[in-house]
């Protein structure tokens, strides 16, 4: 997560992967009945009028009044506190899209796809059905939100698109970990933090999760609910389970789906990751050598070493796209990672590494601007590269020695031969960025919590599976449900199992009596 080139910016992708695939599916659905608006009878939110600080009272007790939006949606918007423990000092908007239950209403349940950058409002508004299961639309009026910093709330800005791409596809002159690449790479890392503190402003030091989580409280309140109700993917575990720490008697049903060990440093999360993808990489490479159309010959090692050859080519000699981009190591790995998100997108990874093979880098592009969020006219479609940066660099503390990341780079590369090796010096980035984060990383208990589930897929390359049973382990509460497959994340995109535990639990609060090991 905190990597200076392709590592610093994975997760948020994978919540972009899910709306676009749901959005490709409502548009293949064909249906003759019109949309329903929002319920007449809900025109407004009522706050739950409990009693707070008096500095937060004006936040707590906003009334909410939703517009008609999108497919029968309703948007609206509310303040919250810029800085948290100064409330009077500002305030920053927040942006919500709800779909009214269908049926009989339990409450709100509040969605986050991931990121940190990913946007809830996008993934609600574009993919409903892919981010919750009928089941769930029925019960709770499926709220998404985009937290600080992102997308349609008040958001984190850099820079354009020409200068986006060239930080994004740029190649960092001189040999990587050398003197020379390393105070290049440091020098495109201070520019772009710089760039982002220009346009952003006091926001950019106030983007941190523990002061997402506060707005989760207050999103709970303002929405009505005595306790929160929340589906949390990828990094919005560690925002669920934070702010199941910061108020576990707020704590209504809590499902964290692919966790994130809140305990993890920065160099544990990107050891982890490396090996997560580089296990990924190999179970495609299973794959593919078991059909009839694989761009590769022989074992799974010879074929991994084959990636690795191509991967250290493109690094010395970039391929150069149509439009005049380049394809160096770390957009080809990131091109690579992209489909290993899903199983379901294995097949177009071969028709990739072949092309590349043959030196056409036009399809490694577009499979890193679908990673990025990039446009085919050039532009971006979000703020989610920004956002994931701010937000990291808060969270996670960082250290300036570089003879240590020269040394935990070596480490990467041994655990993870093929990928490793493009997944270090992540500290670059946030060692040149205009905030520091001092908040060191511990676990999160939730003492006191109700039951929270937390869902861990064994072969998420993402966030490992060994990150949910930590997660479950530590949460006072916690209760684990095991998806034995493939990909990132499992509710409503794996099997029956998963969405039965996650849609009694929500709706009934029925507890696991152990993992169903699904």
Not at 218 to 246: H, P, Q, V, W
Request: hydrophobic residues 35%; proline residues 5%.
């Amino acid at each position: 997560m905190n990597d200076t080139t392709t590592a610093r910016r994975r997760l948020p992708r994978a919540a972009r992967t899910a709306a676009i695939v749901g959005a490709l599916a409502a548009l293949l659905a064909v249906s003759g009945c019109a949309p329903t608006f929002l319920n007449p009878q809900q025109p407004v939110s009522t706050p739950t009028g409990e009693e707070v600080d008096a500095e937060l009272e004006p936040f707590y007790t906003q009334v909410l009044k939703w517009e008609r939006c999108g497919d029968g949606m309703g948007c609206t918007t509310a303040k919250a506190p810029l800085d948290w423990s100064d409330p009077a000092a500002g305030e920053t908007e927040l942006a919500f899209v709800r779909h009214v239950a269908t049926g009989d209403r339990i409450g709100s349940l509040l969605v986050n796809p991931g990121g940190p950058g990913g946007s809830g409002y996008d993934m609600i508004m574009d993919s409903l059905d892919f981010a919750v299961g009928q089941p769930l639309q029925e019960r709770f009026d499926v709220v998404g939100f985009d937290p600080r910093g992102v997308g349609r709330s008040d958001g984190v800005a850099c820079y354009e698109a020409p200068e986006m791409d060239e930080y994004l596809y740029g190649i960092t002159p001189g040999e990587r970990g050398s003197d020379e690449w390393i105070a290049n790479s440091e020098a495109i890392e201070r520019d772009f933090g710089q760039a982002c503190s220009d346009q952003t402003g006091e926001l950019l030091a106030n983007v941190d999760t523990e002061s997402a989580a506060r707005d989760l409280d207050l999103m709970r309140a303002i929405l009505g609910d005595e306790k929160l109700n929340y589906l949390g993917y990828s990094y919005g575990t560690y925002l669920g389970a934070t702010f199941a720490d910061l108020y576990p008697d707020k704590v209504g049903r809590l499902v964290l789906d692919g966790a994130i060990d809140p305990a993890a440093s920065g160099s544990e999360v990107s050891q982890t990751q490396a090996i997560g993808f580089e296990n990924a990489l190999r179970s495609y490479l299973e794959y593919c050598l078991a059909g009839s159309e694989c761009p590769f010959d022989g074992t799974v090692d010879e074929a991994a070493d084959e990636i690795g050859r191509l991967l250290a080519s493109v690094d010395q000699s970039p391929l150069r796209g149509t439009d005049g981009r380049l394809v160096g190591a770390d957009a080809l790995v990131t091109a690579i990672i992209y489909p290993l998100y899903s199983a379901d997108s294995w097949q177009y990874l071969s028709d990739m590494f072949e092309s590349v093979m043959f030196g056409d880098a036009d399809m490694a592009l577009s499979f890193a601007d679908g990673y990025n969020g990039r446009s085919e006219d050039g532009t971006y479609l979000d703020n989610s590269t920004e956002a994931f940066s701010a937000v990291n660099c808060l969270d996670y503390t960082s250290q300036s020695d570089v003879a240590v990341m020269r040394a935990e780079a070596a480490t990467l590369a041994e655990v993870a031969p093929i990928i490793g090796p493009y997944f270090g010096f992540g500290d670059l980035g946030c060692i040149n960025w205009p905030y520091q984060g001092d908040r060191e990383r511990v676990e999160l208990h939730a003492a006191g919590a109700d039951p929270i589930l937390v869902i861990g897929t064994t072969g998420d390359p993402a966030t490992p599976y060994e990150w949910a049973v930590r997660l479950a382990d530590q949460l006072e509460s916690g209760a684990l449900v095991s998806y034995e497959g493939e990909g990132h994340t499992a509710y409503n995109k794996s099997n029956q199992c998963v969405n039965n535990a996650v849609e009694s639990y929500l709706i009934d609060g029925t507890v696991p009596a152990s993992d169903p090991k699904c």
